[in-house]
């Protein structure tokens, strides 16, 4: 539904009313299914259903199994990864270091 109305500055402006809807269980699931599998992106849906990201998002927390609301992912670059695993290394050594220093 189209309406028109006069603003402050008595220029007529157009709004549309949007009507409120209601999906399916099986059209969240199938779409998030798509999502996931990249045949549409989450900007792309949005844009094409006139569905709000936030909606999507909260349909992937809920339809999806490897997706969950609060799950934290770390990334980690592969230098600072090698840096930890050598220094894990060096305590390991020195703690093997330490107990023969103390057996003798």
Excluded: P
């Amino acid at each position: 539904m189209m309406a028109t109305s006069k603003s402050k500055t008595g220029k007529s402006t157009k709004y549309e009313i949007r009507q409120s809807r209601i999906f399916s269980e099986s059209f969240k699931r199938e779409k998030v299914e798509d999502i996931l599998n990249k045949r549409i992106s989450i900007i792309e849906f949005c844009k094409l259903w006139d569905v709000s990201s936030t909606s999507v998002y909260r349909w992937i927390y809920q339809y999806s199994s490897h997706y969950k609301k609060g799950t934290k992912m770390i990334v980690q670059q592969d230098s600072e990864e090698a840096k930890t695993q050598e220094l894990l290394k060096k305590v390991a050594e020195l703690e093997r270091i330490l107990g023969q220093k103390q057996m003798e």
